[in-house]
């Protein structure tokens, strides 16, 4: 079975990269690939694929979008609620201003347990390799790369 993949970013540059890694290192089709800049395009792009006949296999969608710091944990309850079977990973990568991890909160580690505590399937931070990501995604596919 085919599945979709739908990226979530408010940053072009950002959905064009994880794109492309993943038509390369992914072997995902380009016509598998949906994009969304917003928490509200997201769902709105998630219904119409399954409502189209497709099957979405995979949420991949940045936990900040600028300023508006909780949109991906958002997305993730949202999907959670009406299609609690498509797995979301959440991406990140943010650090501290200084680069030094000043309040606990902002650890990695710490994220990703909150955010797996929450339901995400994975939580990958854009400071470790892209493979990774790409690891991920293939993961929640059931599929190996």
């Given at each position: ?21 993943l ?6 089709p ?78 990695p ?30 993961t ?6």
């Amino acid at each position: 079975m085919d599945y979709d993949v739908l990226l979530v970013s408010k940053y072009l540059p950002i959905r064009a990269g994880e794109r492309q890694v993943l038509e390369t290192r992914g072997k995902i089709p380009a016509d598998k690939i949906y994009e969304a800049d917003s928490k509200d395009q997201a769902l709105k792009t998630l219904e119409a694929v399954i409502n189209s006949g497709g099957t979405v296999g995979v949420v991949v969608t940045d936990l900040r979008f600028g300023r508006d710091e909780n949109v991906g944990v958002q997305l993730l309850k949202a999907i959670k609620t009406k299609y609690a079977s498509v797995p979301v990973i959440i991406t990140s990568g943010e650090d501290s201003p200084s680069g030094k991890i000043e309040d606990p909160e902002e650890d990695p580690a710490v994220v990703a347990d909150a955010v797996l505590s929450q339901g995400a399937f994975a939580y990958y931070h854009k400071s470790r390799p892209i493979q990774d990501l790409v690891d991920e995604v293939a993961t929640a596919l059931g599929r190996r790369t």
